[in-house]
T-cell receptor, first 116, second 110 residues
Framework: NAGVMQNPRHLVRRRGQEARLRCSPM?????VYWYRQLPEEGLKFMVY????????ESGMPKERFSAEFPKEGPSILRIQQVVRGDSAAYFC??????????????FGPGTRLTVL | LAKTTQPISMDSYEGQEVNITCSHN???????ITWYQQFPSQGPRFIIQ???TKVTNEVASLFIPADRKSSTLSLPRVSLSDTAVYYC???????????FGAGTTVTVRA
């Protein structure tokens, strides 16, 4: 059973460009979470999605950031008009449909975004 | 969510036991204690979870005293590959917003 997959692993963008980060959850998992990790800091929750629904986006910046988890295909975290402060590692996690335990999140390897 | 405090870093040598203590003075009755491990350039990985007393699995042991205001993650006979950041998290079942602090960077030397 493949784990959580994220691509690209590394992404370089110039200021003002758009960044699209993809996440394929583990097979059978319908809950997806995105986290951001700034250098020398812990992961911070951004958004929680289920298929075609945003459940909680309380950790998302109000502007330029959006996320989706369509019926078919991976979850996408989109950052428009990137700025240098967006440079970070973005991690996706997933949990099984019956998940609700505090611990049941399985993380992908992350996408490291560098904004020049 | 209960706040946690853990040491910034710890050094050890191969074959030694490493014990990382996490303080969570305002832990709630329905909170569990969970530890994650993160290797460089990878996402966090669940290690162990407990509510009280002692929990042991193939990777680690978790000791939780009766007052639950702290917990200790014990890594037996560490190897170089155990070099990682270890995070202590506290939260209730159903809390999906995992709250990671700065963690404890454990460095194992030969």
């Amino acid at each position: 059973n493949a784990g959580v997959m994220q691509n690209p692993r590394h992404l370089v963008r110039r200021r003002g460009q758009e960044a699209r980060l993809r996440c394929s959850p583990m097979k059978g998992h319908s809950h997806v979470y995105w986290y951001r990790q700034l250098p020398e800091e812990g992961l911070k929750f951004m958004v929680y999605l289920q298929k075609e629904n945003i459940i909680d986006e309380s950790g998302m910046p109000k502007e330029r950031f959006s996320a989706e988890f369509p019926k078919e295909g991976p979850s996408i975290l989109r950052i428009q008009q990137v700025v240098r402060g967006d440079s970070a590692a973005y991690f996706c996690a997933s949990s099984p449909q019956s998940g609700g335990s505090y611990n049941e999140q399985f993380f992908g390897p992350g996408t490291r975004l560098t904004v020049l | 969510l209960a706040k946690t405090t853990q040491p910034i870093s710890m050094d050890s040598y191969e074959g030694q036991e490493v014990n990382i203590t996490c303080s969570h003075n305002n832990i709630a009755t329905n909170d569990y204690i969970t530890w994650y491990q993160q290797f460089p350039s990878q996402g966090p990985r669940f290690i162990i979870q407990g509510y009280k007393t002692k929990v042991t699995n193939e990777v680690a042991s978790l000791f939780i005293p009766a007052d639950r205001k702290s917990s200790t993650l014990s890594l037996p006979r560490v190897s170089l590959s155990d070099t990682a950041v270890y995070y202590c998290l506290v939260g209730a079942l159903g809390d999906y917003k995992l709250s990671f602090g700065a963690g404890t960077t454990v460095t194992v030397r030969a």
